[in-house]
């Protein structure tokens, strides 16, 4: 069956960066799309970006972009989000989930989050 | 850039209907997904498309997209579906959520 099981959390200084790993299994990536979601304490889900199967390309939210970087190596079935210069705003749960494989479409399987803190 | 609104809270009665609602520019013309999440749980996609439900979800969920308005309908509402929810469409290439809605059975 499907499942994405993601890495343990992470406690960060600010300006230092945090790599998220996502292993799945169940499919393979060339059928769907992976996306990065994040959730501050108490607050709603965030998209950071993933692949658009209708553009054919990884793409991130405007307010992530140069600062966030998402790769998945065929050869583990791991995806990884990488975002860096953290501030403590980006305190949160960050969540790997699948997408569409043709269109762009809703996400039916979500990993168990990955809590990342950061604080001096 | 475009922006999903919802109410941020719903009150409903166990065994009573409760609407939840998820408003946008011409969201009509876009796919709307519903996610439910209970604490320190990860989201369950529990309607994609507008109006299908992924295997497993109860029947009880339903969902409808006819104009600037989609909504998530939960009939005969139950004790384990109060938890939050969250709609979701694609605009262009960009994924965005609504702000969610706490959704109490009381």
């Not at chain 2, 439910?36 to 295997?55: C, M």
Request: hydrophobic fraction near 30%; aromatic fraction near 10%; charge should be negative.
């Amino acid at each position: 069956q499907v499942q994405l099981v993601q890495s343990g959390a992470e406690v960060k200084k600010p300006g230092a960066s945090v790599k998220v790993s996502c292993k799945f299994s169940g499919y393979t990536l060339n059928e769907l799309s992976m996306h990065w979601v994040r959730q501050a304490p108490g607050k709603g889900l965030e998209w950071m970006g993933g692949f658009d199967p209708e553009d054919d390309e990884t793409i991130y939210a405007q307010k992530f972009q140069g600062r966030v970087t998402m790769t998945e190596d065929t050869s583990t079935d791991t995806a990884y989000m990488e975002l860096s210069s953290l501030r403590s705003e980006d305190t949160a749960v960050y969540y790997c989930t699948r997408g569409g494989g043709v269109i762009r479409d809703g996400f039916d399987y979500w990993g168990q989050g990955t809590r990342v803190t950061v604080s001096s | 850039s475009y922006e999903l609104t919802q109410p941020p809270s719903v009150s409903v009665s166990p065994g009573q209907t409760a609407s939840i609602t998820c408003s946008g520019d011409e969201l009509g013309d876009k796919y709307v997904y519903w996610y439910q999440q209970k604490p320190g749980q990860s989201p369950v996609l529990v309607i994609y498309q507008d109006t299908k439900r992924p295997s497993g979800i109860p029947e009880r969920f339903s969902g409808s997209n006819p104009g600037n308005t989609a909504t998530l309908t939960i009939s005969g509402t139950q004790a384990m579906d109060e938890a939050d929810y969250y709609c979701q469409a694609w605009d262009s290439s960009t994924v965005v959520f609504g702000g969610g809605t706490k959704l109490t059975v009381l």
